[in-house]
C-alpha cells in the first residue's frame, strides 16, 4: 500500500478494507459517479479515499464449469466486449455498452454502477435476468468476512444498498443460462447516445412447446431500485406468448412499477413505455 | 522536462506525452486540472466539468478518458497523451491536418477533445464507418460546426489519411 495524503492505493484486498473500516475511507473505483457529485457540491469531499482499481483479484471476468465471475473493478468498455459476457450474457455486454460513452465506459466499473445504486444504474437488469448474486467483504475484529447477496436484495433505495460501511463488492457471479435461453434488455431515452433511462426493460425466458417454463423481468429508472417484475412473470409462467397474454403480462408491468415524474419523464409516460417495450420483447420471443 | 512543484502534499509521477513529469498534488485535484495549470498544456480545454462534453478528453494508458473525472493521483506511473503530444517537431498528426483540411474547426474549442476521440476510435478501428465514427465521437459535443466536417475528417482517415475526400 502507498500512502499520499488523503488517496490511498492499495493493492491488497484486506489492506483496502482495513483502510475502509479503521479509517471510515470512501471505496474508490473508476470516479465516474463520484468526482462529478464532489465538484457540484451535492456530496461532501471524503478525508480518505482507497482507491481499489489495482487490486488484481477486483479485475477482470472468468468462468469455471459452473459460474461466470466479474470483478467489481472491470470497467464497463472492457465488460462490454468481453468475450465470456458477450457468450454467456449478451444482455449485460449490450447494457455495459450503451453506458454514456467510450470516455466514461474506459473509467466507470460495474461495482460502481451498483453500489452508486441509481435506480437508472444500466447493468441492473441484465443482472437481475442472470439472477446474480454479490459477493460482499467486510473486515471484522475476527478477520474477513464474506457473505453473498441476490442482486435482488442490494438495492434499498436510490443511492442506498446493504453495504455495511466499510464493507467491499467483491465479486459480482451468475450461472450461465442454458442454450435456447431467449434475453433482452432496452432503454428508452430521448436520443442514442449519452443518455440516462426514462426506462429500462429487460426480460429473458425459456418457452417449452410454446408454454414459458421460465421467466425472469427487470425494470430500471421506474422505482426506488431497480426492480425485478415478479408480476409480470406470474402472468407469463406457464402460458403461451398469445396476443392476450402479452397485453396481460404488459398490464402487470404498468401497474407494478412505481415511476416519478422528473426531468426526463412523467411517471404516466414511464409505465407507458414499460407496457410498449415489454410487450415488444415478448412478441419477438415469441417469433425468435 | 522534470519538474517538481512544492505545492501540494502527494508526489506524483507520471508520463506526460512521452515525457517523464513529478510534481505535487493535492489528492482531490483532477488531471485536467494539473495538465492545465500545472503543466501549462492548455490545447486540453475545460468546459462542463463533469464527463458531459468530452472537451477535456485525454488518453490515459491509450485509452481515451475525461481528464476532468480522472483524479490526478489515479495516474501514478501512467502514460497521458494530449493534443499536444500528437504533434511531432511542429508538424500536425495527419488526423488534425484532416480537421484543417475539411474545415472541421470553427471555434475550435471541441476540437482537442475531438481530436483525441478520434485518434483513440481510428486506434482501435482503422476503417470506421459513419456510424462508427458517430458512436466514438458520442460524448464529445460542438456548439458550432453541426459534426458533418468533423465526420468527414475522421472518416478521410479510414482511407489511409488522405484528405481530398
Ligand atoms: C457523463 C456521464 C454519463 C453517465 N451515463 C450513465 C448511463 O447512461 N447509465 C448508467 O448506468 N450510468 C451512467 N453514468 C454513471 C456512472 O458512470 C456509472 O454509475 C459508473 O458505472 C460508476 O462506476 P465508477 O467505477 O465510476 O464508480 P465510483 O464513482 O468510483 O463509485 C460509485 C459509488 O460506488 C462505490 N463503490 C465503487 N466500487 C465499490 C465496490 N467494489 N464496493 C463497494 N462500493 C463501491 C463508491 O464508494 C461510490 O459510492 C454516467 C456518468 C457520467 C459522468
Ligand atoms: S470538461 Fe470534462 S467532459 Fe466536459
Ligand atoms: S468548433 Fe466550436 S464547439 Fe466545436
Same mark, same amino acid.
Not at chain 1, 426514462?198 to 421506474?222: D, F, H, I, K, N
Not at chain 2, 522534470?2 to 482531490?28: C, H, I, Y
Given at each position: ?13 484486506e489492506?483496502?478494507a482495513r483502510i475502509a473500516t479503521l479509517e ?9 459517479? &463520484? ?22 483479484? &477486483? ?33 449485460? %455486454? ?9 470516455? +466514461? ?26 439472477? #446474480?448474486?454479490?459477493?460482499?467483504t467486510a473486515i471484522g475484529p475476527g478477520g474477513p468476512s464474506v457473505r453473498? +447477496? ?14 455495511a460501511p466499510g464493507e ?11 442454450? *435456447?435461453?431467449? %434475453? ?49 412473470? %406470474? +402472468? ?48 419477438? %420471443?415469441?417469433?425468435? | ?56 478528453? +485525454? ?48 471555434? *475550435? ?13 481510428? #486506434? #482501435? ?41
Open positions: 500500500m502507498e500512502t499520499r495524503a488523503g488517496y490511498r492505493v492499495a493493492t491488497a484486498l489492506v483496502a471510515r475511507a470512501t471505496l474508490f473505483a473508476g470516479g465516474t459517479d &463520484l468526482l462529478p457529485r464532489w465538484s457540484k457540491g451535492v456530496l461532501q469531499r471524503p478525508e480518505v479515499l482507497v482507491d481499489l482499481k489495482r487490486i488484481p483479484e &477486483l479485475k477482470g471476468v472468468s468462468r469455471n464449469d459452473a459460474e461466470v465471475s466479474i470483478g467489481p473493478c472491470t470497467p464497463l468498455s472492457d465488460l462490454a466486449v468481453d468475450p465470456i459476457i458477450r457468450q454467456t450474457a449478451p444482455v449485460l %455486454a449490450e447494457a455495459a455498452g450503451r453506458v454514456a460513452c467510450a470516455q +466514461v465506459r474506459n473509467r466507470a466499473t460495474l461495482g460502481g454502477n451498483l453500489c452508486n445504486a441509481s435506480p437508472a444504474a444500466d447493468t441492473a437488469v441484465p443482472l437481475i435476468l442472470l439472477d #446474480a448474486t454479490l459477493e460482499l453473498d +447477496v441476490a442482486i435482488t436484495d442490494f438495492f434499498t433505495g436510490p443511492g442506498a444498498t446493504v453495504l467491499i463488492l467483491t465479486h459480482i457471479r451468475f450461472e450461465p443460462q442454458p442454450p *435456447g435461453t431467449f %434475453a433482452a434488455w432496452d432503454k428508452f431515452g430521448t436520443r442514442p447516445s449519452m443518455e440516462i433511462a426514462v426506462a429500462s426493460v429487460g426480460v429473458a425466458l425459456r418457452l417449452e412447446g410454446g408454454t414459458v417454463t421460465w421467466v425472469r423481468v427487470g425494470y430500471g429508472s421506474v422505482a426506488p431500485t431497480p426492480l425485478r417484475g415478479r408480476a409480470a412473470e %406470474a +402472468v407469463l409462467t406457464g402460458s403461451p406468448l398469445s396476443m392476450e397474454v402479452i397485453e396481460r403480462a404488459a398490464a402487470a408491468a404498468r401497474a407494478e412499477i412505481a415511476p416519478i415524474t422528473d426531468v426526463r419523464a412523467s411517471e404516466a409516460y414511464r409505465r407507458d413505455v414499460v407496457g410498449v417495450m415489454l410487450g415488444r420483447m415478448l412478441k419477438h %420471443a415469441g417469433h425468435a | 522536462m522534470l519538474a517538481t512543484l512544492e505545492t501540494a502534499k502527494l508526489d506524483l509521477s507520471m508520463n506526460v506525452n512521452g515525457q517523464a513529469v513529478r510534481l505535487w498534488v493535492s489528492p482531490f485535484t483532477t488531471l485536467l486540472e494539473v495538465l492545465r495549470e500545472q503543466l501549462e498544456l492548455t490545447g486540453t480545454k475545460y468546459a462542463c466539468g463533469e464527463g458531459e462534453c468530452g472537451a477535456c478528453s +485525454v488518453l490515459l494508458d491509450g485509452r481515451v478518458v475525461n481528464s476532468c473525472l480522472v483524479l490526478a493521483a489515479e495516474c501514478a506511473g501512467c502514460e497521458v497523451v494530449t493534443i499536444e503530444g500528437l504533434t511531432t517537431n511542429g508538424k500536425l498528426h495527419p488526423l488534425q491536418q484532416a480537421f484543417v483540411d475539411h474545415g472541421a474547426v470553427q471555434c *475550435g474549442f471541441c476540437t482537442p477533445g475531438m481530436i483525441m476521440a478520434a485518434y483513440a476510435l481510428l #486506434a #482501435a478501428n482503422p476503417n470506421p464507418t459513419e456510424a462508427d465514427v458517430k458512436r466514438g465521437l458520442e460524448g464529445n459535443l460542438c456548439r458550432c460546426t453541426g459534426y458533418r466536417k468533423i465526420i468527414d475528417a475522421v472518416l478521410s482517415m479510414a482511407r489511409g489519411g488522405r484528405s481530398d475526400d
